[in-house]
């Protein structure tokens, strides 16, 4: 096995050149001088696990790791990185989604940050075969239980939304999802044979209080450093599991007296999602409802390509991920937005780490490359420069590089 992941690194070089990072900087930097000399004295060290993974994973990635090794070099931050095998990519290599090695080396870093999963060519596996079974392997693994997914309508690409520009313009709002209870994991599940004869297949919505108690005070200490207002989603109407949601929700907001709560029931916040999304600041639900929420969010702001994503525990480190897919379509041929999983850095870096002079340094030269025009072919419209994956990370580094350092 080991064998196997030492030939996966050397597979990985084609698309994610660990060893030529330092020479991309000095490339596309303007100004390698001021980071050589911020680079000489680091003053904190962290080891970053990347999962590349399948289809564009290993591009996008590649463009967050140089993002990352510039931002470091300006903050005083040294990071030390290996790739490791997930998914499709490690099916391949080991036979399994996800490798003892990997997620081992995962435990043991500072944080993770993962590309994407799966494709067409694993479609047909079994399903404790396929890419996807690695990643919930891997979130669990992890102990990583509450998932923030932000759904931001930045102004350069209001007019990349589907909904009206009236309605998108100061769209910013966080769906905090519960990951790893619910019905994805509830139990008994499966397939049986009921008392007509017919095949039936059953699945089983369950949370413990414990469960629904950590996700709450994950959301309401993101909405205190946010806007101060939460929004609790259940089908508490139907669902026993929900009225017991609810019920957890409201005892815990006691310990928040200065979060305003609300609730809705999860139909009705589809609607409203669509209908008046600014009137949301931080939404927290279960997994199934959250998992379906965060996927409508997303594509109020124009693009899935836009948008990262955390996964936190209550110890270990966090997985930090791009919402989007592997999309297998487009892998190797550049046009892959990386932007997602830029941002999805500087989440590892706010959240994971800490460091929100680094991570606030990231999501400004975000914005700073968007307000001079670039765009991949997800978020291109007339009067802007269509790019590709790589160029659109050359001109991520230069506004970067263009930000007076922080004081360190």
């Not at 994610?16 to 001021?34: D, E």
């Not at 990386?338 to 340094?361: C, D, F, Q």
């Not at 025009?373 to 997800?378: A, L, S």
């Amino acid at each position: 096995m080991a064998a196997s992941l030492q030939l996966n690194a050397r597979a990985f070089r084609p698309y994610f050149p660990l060893n030529t990072v330092s020479r991309s900087l000095s490339k596309q930097s303007p100004k390698p001088g001021r980071i050589r000399c911020a680079a000489t004295t680091p003053s904190k060290r962290y080891t970053i696990t990347l999962l590349p993974g399948d289809g564009i994973g290993p591009e996008v990635i590649s463009v967050a790791i140089n993002v990352l090794k510039l931002t470091g070099s300006l903050e005083g931050i040294e990071f030390k990185f290996q790739a490791m095998p997930v998914g499709g990519a490690a099916l391949d290599l080991t036979g399994v989604p996800l490798p003892e090695e990997t997620l081992s080396a995962a435990k043991k870093s500072d944080a993770v940050l993962l590309g994407a999963i799966g494709g067409y060519k694993w479609d047909k596996n079994e399903k404790h075969l396929k890419p996807e079974t690695g990643l919930l392997q891997l979130r669990a693994g992890l102990k990583v239980f509450a998932n923030l997914r932000p759904a931001t309508v930045l102004p350069q690409l209001v007019d990349a939304s589907t909904l009206k520009k009236e309605v998108a313009v100061g769209v910013d709002l966080m769906v905090v999802r519960e990951l790893t209870g619910g019905i994805y994991f509830g139990k008994p599940r499966g397939f049986s044979i009921n008392e007509n004869g017919e095949e039936i297949g059953f699945n089983t919505e369950v949370y413990a209080a414990h469960e629904i108690d950590r996700i709450a005070r994950v959301a309401f200490e993101t909405a205190r450093k946010r806007h101060g207002k939460l929004c609790s989603v259940d089908k508490a109407n139907v669902l026993e599991s929900s009225i017991l949601w609810r019920k957890r929700v409201t005892a815990i907001a006691s310990e928040y007296p200065d979060v305003e709560l609300s609730h809705m029931y999860v139909d009705n916040a589809a609607m409203q999602l669509v209908r008046n999304p600014k009137q949301f600041d931080t939404i927290v639900t279960n997994n199934i409802f959250g998992d379906i929420l965060s996927d409508e969010a997303s594509m109020i702001t124009g693009s899935i390509g836009m948008l990262p994503s955390a996964s936190l525990g209550e110890s270990g480190p966090g997985l930090f991920e791009p919402i989007h897919g592997s999309a297998p379509d487009i892998a190797g041929l550049d046009k892959a937005n990386p932007l997602a999983t830029v941002l999805s850095a500087a989440m590892l870096l706010k959240y994971g780490l800490g460091e929100e002079n680094a991570a606030k340094r990231i999501e400004t030269a975000v914005l700073d490359t968007l307000s001079r025009g670039y765009r991949t072919g997800d978020i291109y419209s007339d009067g802007n420069k269509l790019v590709g994956c790589k160029e659109m990370g050359e001109e991520v580094l230069k506004s970067v590089d263009s930000q007076v350092p922080s004081p360190v």
